[in-house]
Nanobody
Framework: QVQLQESGPGVVKPSQTLSLICTVSGGSITTNVYSWTWIRQPPGKGLEWMGLIAYDGNTYYSPSLKSRTSISRDTSKNQFSLHLNSVTPEDTAVYYC????????????WGQGTQVTVSS
């Protein structure tokens, strides 16, 4: 059974960097049919795809967030991370990590989500 767990601070000050880690168990992040994705949901809004890191380490970002976003991984810990810099209150959201099946572009496993509030 694959499990994903997000971790990180619940509150970030404006202009700082939001950093989250997704720890994966029950499957390797280097398995070559999966990509590992960050998705967020601001209050009262829909899901927003932020970016992903593929099994080979290649990264892809939402055009609207690309200038502020970085996704990396630590294969020794089976973790991947999100860094979003220069945050504003509009970045307040529940942040999810998820596994995407590349063959049919569906998300088969999700983390429980973590609330991040940007506030001074």
């Amino acid at each position: 059974q694959v499990q994903l767990q997000e971790s990180g601070p619940g509150v970030v000050k404006p202009s700082q960097t939001l950093s989250l880690i997704c720890t994966v168990s029950g499957g390797s992040i280097t398995t070559n049919v999966y990509s590992w994705t960050w998705i967020r949901q601001p209050p009262g809004k829909g899901l927003e795809w932020m970016g992903l890191i593929a099994y080979d380490g290649n990264t892809y970002y939402s055009p609207s967030l690309k200038s502020r976003t970085s996704i990396s991984r630590d294969t020794s810990k089976n973790q991947f991370s999100l860094h979003l810099n220069s945050v504003t209150p509009e970045d307040t959201a529940v942040y999810y990590c998820a596994r995407e099946v590349e063959l049919d572009l569906r998300y088969d496993y999700w983390g429980q989500g973590t609330q991040v509030t940007v506030s001074s």
